[in-house]
């Protein structure tokens, strides 16, 4: 059984950082990668990024490129969202999902989610 658990979300200001920890578990190793995604009130839920489960390649929202950074602790199993320099419009509940096989910005694609944390951005 595969297990995925966010954590880390809160309120800031704009200009803060913030940093999301997935932790993962269970079956692991016909991951592809892991990705992150988030939902604004009313939004679809859109892709933010991802990192490759095993070499470790990355790939962003054209968006977020340059304030946020996916990485791995292998020691841990997680997968952390780190998010410099936040604005209002980053303002959703950000989920972390694993995908065995496809496109990794394709929603349609992850097979395993976790539960999301809050994370909101004051102007």
């Known amino acids: 059984q595969v297990q995925l658990v966010e954590s880390g979300g809160g309120l800031v200001q704009a200009g803060d950082s913030l940093r999301l920890s997935c932790a993962v578990s269970?079956?692991?190793?016909?991951?592809?990668?892991v990705g992150w995604f988030r939902q604004a009130p009313g939004k679809e839920r859109e892709f933010v990024g991802s990192i490759g489960w095993k070499g470790g390649s990355t790939r962003y929202k054209d968006s977020v490129k340059g304030r946020f950074t996916i990485s791995r602790d292998n020691a841990k199993n997680t997968v952390n969202l780190q998010m410099n320099n936040l604005k209002p419009e980053d303002t959703a509940v950000y989920y972390c999902?694993?995908?065995?096989?496809?496109?990794?910005?394709?929603?349609?694609?992850?097979?395993?989610w976790g539960q999301g944390t809050q994370v909101t951005v004051s102007s």
């Open positions: 269970g079956r692991t190793f016909d991951f592809s990668a």
């Open positions: 999902a694993a995908i065995r096989w496809g496109l990794v910005i394709r929603i349609e694609a992850y097979d395993y």
